[in-house]
């Protein structure tokens, strides 16, 4: 059997492929490795092979499932009257097919770069080479194969997926770039789209220290087209830096949009056609996909709520494309993916990219009216129509709760809780901030980063995921705050950012460290007229007067830990309070909101040295008297977390292994 994967896998280098699907031809390269990983062997499932290369790929603008497309009726058109693409790809398949599992999993990139490591325990990578990247090879040892493809126009990076979308000629529009540089190194700034003009009037560049000052408008003696391009900026004199972590927001009319929708056409053609396509000679995993499941970590998370809003989990033969989406830390947001002049790579937290259309109405799958607009929607409207909507797990950090109005993906607009769908879970990791932070680094925050991580509860997740879609089988039960356990948000009324109170929330009085309950605020904002056709006429726009929708967070207990949730053993047997919120240093633009980090605010470690600092929170003597209390505290908790079906057995292992070894109460 691996005598032939591997002249099967020579054709596949050699040439490019016709097909009859959307996929018009695949040519895989020199980045092909058969076997991957070094040889290395995956128990019963034995080696593995991984495919790079490009594809190409048409879209029939007429097509009533592309047509959703913003722009695709202007995009350039081949001598077939389609709109075309190219794209990287990526395939990793077991060499023996049959040893694996028929199940795919659809990495969806962020930014470009894959996720596989996440769940191996591994490198993060879009181009695994050596044994170190396959990690402890989880996904492989269960007999998944994995594919990828580029679909953000804004990625880049020679390892990382790509993809190449039409780019429109002329067709000005207003454009908007908020920019903060934590440094004071900084001499320019490049514009996502090419200004229409350079004549300094028709744009406008502003600067203000911290969210909730006055922006001050810059002079045009104060700032320049770097090198007369409509790409770059600069201050003046030459030389000039922009303020560290100042925002800057410059308001110009752009040129040249890119027809970005097309990248949800491109992952749904391709995934299709991994799936559906039956001659081996085109597609490698031609009868070894029964089922598919995406997995996601933020960006993409966002664009996968965008790729089912859209309608894209139904292929051009009108079949499911996805199964099970594996989405994490996605909240209510999409990704403006399909707006013209969207800027795919944006996202708004606290301080960050305030003002772009990422939370735009509806944030959850259920049909509502929404409270401000008016308006009637559902995310899944499409693809319940077509009964073609994916079993999804909406997995959530804390931090998504209190930078990007997170409970709006599990409550009405007006925050009255939502029965969940019978196809989607709902789970928030307690405690936890967007990305696993480091705690003996601070990066640009008051406190020690959190180091909480979600990835083993993924692993669990992913099974149970299949078992779901494969079986019947019924998934860990939603964690997510309900009842009492809700602490609401307040409105500032012409701010950005809106306040929990330190009563509602629980919080308590920890000596040293600040606490002013900044929460992202949700506003109902005015992108103009026909944003409903993907075109934004009002930009940026301002909050003042704007309504907003009703929000909350979890609750905390008397450590400041999240009461609800799936609380992984750092937060049940902790040896800190963790939070998904963080203050910036003063000298970074503080104490406004630290954008996606956590906090890691260790315990005393005896009850004499918490009374000497006044800190209302046990210290880890009182806690677990030893260390040996300690580990049994962890595997306790990790024995909670496998009964309730978010880790498997070998990663409740790992954690007491990492409670033994640690130097707590040592």
């Excluded at 700034?189 to 810059?218: C, M």
């Excluded at 995310?379 to 709006?408: H, I, M, Q």
């Amino acid at each position: 059997m691996r005598t032939i994967a591997l002249a099967i896998s020579a054709a596949f280098v050699v040439a490019p492929l016709v097909v009859e699907a959307r996929i018009t031809s695949v040519t895989w390269d020199a980045r092909s490795q058969s076997p991957a990983f070094g040889g290395l062997s995956f128990g019963s499932v034995g080696q593995y092979e991984k495919l790079r290369g490009t594809a190409t790929g048409e879209l029939d603008p007429n097509d009533p499932r592309n047509k959703v497309i913003t722009d695709i009726e202007l995009a350039p058109r081949n001598a077939a009257g389609m709109v075309t693409y190219s794209m990287d790809v990526f395939v990793l398949r077991p060499l023996n097919q049959a040893n694996g599992n028929q199940r795919m999993l659809f990495d969806f990139n962020n930014r470009g770069q894959m996720r596989l490591g996440r769940l191996n325990n591994g490198t993060v990578t879009s181009d695994p080479v050596s044994a170190a990247d396959a990690g402890d090879g989880f996904v492989m040892r269960h007999g998944f194969s994995v594919a990828g493809n580029g679909w953000d126009f804004g990625a880049t990076g020679t390892a990382n997926m790509k993809i190449s979308v039409p780019r429109l000629t002329g067709l000005p529009g207003p454009s908007y770039e908020y920019v903060v540089n934590d440094n004071a190194t900084t001499m320019s700034v490049g514009l996502t789209f090419p200004a229409n003009s350079l004549v300094k009037s028709l744009a406008k560049l502003t600067v203000r220290a911290h969210l909730d000052d006055t922006p001050v408008t810059l002079s045009d003696s104060q700032w320049e087209w770097e090198y007369a391009s409509p790409t770059q900026i600069r201050l003046l004199p030459a030389g000039t830096r922009f303020q560290q972590s100042a925002i800057y927001e410059f308001t110009y009319t752009a040129r040249d949009p890119v027809v970005s929708g097309v990248g949800l056409a491109a992952s749904r053609d391709w995934v299709s056609f991994l799936r559906y396509e039956t001659d081996p000679a085109k597609n490698p995993l031609a009868g070894h996909v029964v089922h598919t499941y995406s997995y996601s970590i933020s960006q993409p998370s966002r664009t996968l709520n965008d790729y089912v809003l859209f309608g894209f989990n139904e292929d051009l033969q009108g079949r499911r494309v996805i199964d099970g989406i594996l989405s994490h830390t996605g909240g209510g947001s999409g990704d403006q993916i399909n707006y013209r002049y969207g800027q795919t790579g944006r996202t708004e937290r606290n301080r960050q990219n305030h003002l772009y259309p990422e939370g735009v109405f509806p944030f959850a799958h259920q049909v509502l009216t929404d409270s401000l607009s008016g308006k009637t929607a559902g995310r899944d409207d499409r693809c319940a129509a077509s009964n073609t909507c994916p079993k999804r797990f909406e997995v959530n950090t804390s931090n998504e709760y209190w930078v990007k109005a997170g409970s709006l993906l599990h409550s009405d607009t007006h925050g009255k809780h939502l029965k969940e769908p019978d196809d989607v879970r709902y789970y928030l990791m307690s405690g936890q901030s967007h990305g696993v932070g480091d705690v003996t680094d601070r990066g640009v925050c008051r406190e020690f980063t959190n180091g909480v991580s979600p990835y083993r509860a993924h692993r669990a997740l992913l099974l149970a995921l299949d078992r779901w879609v494969s079986d019947g089988v019924e998934p860990p039960k939603s964690a997510i705050p309900h009842g009492g356990h809700r602490a609401w948000a307040n409105t500032r009324p012409g701010s950005q950012v809106g306040v929990v109170p330190q009563r509602e929330l629980g919080w308590p009085s920890i000596p040293g460290v600040l606490y002013t309950g900044v929460i992202t605020t949700r506003y109902f904002l005015d992108f103009g007229g026909t944003l409903d056709d993907g075109i934004i006429s009002n930009y940026p726009q301002s909050v003042v007067g704007r309504p907003s929708y009703k929000i909350f967070v979890s609750k905390v207990d008397e450590d400041g830990n999240e009461i609800a949730g799936v609380r992984m053993p750092g937060v049940e047997a902790p040896t800190a309070t963790t939070t998904g919120w963080a203050l910036r240093r003063d000298e970074f633009g503080g104490p406004d909101g630290c954008e996606s980090d956590g906090q890691n605010i260790p315990f005393a470690r005896t009850k004499a040295e918490r009374k000497a600092s006044g800190d209302p929170r046990k210290s880890l003597e009182e806690r677990y008297k030893d260390h040996d209390g300690y580990v049994k505290a962890v595997a306790k908790a990790a024995r909670k977390l496998q009964k309730d079906g978010f880790l498997v057995e070998e990663d409740v292992q790992s954690f007491v292994n990492e409670a033994q070894a640690s130097d707590v109460l040592r």
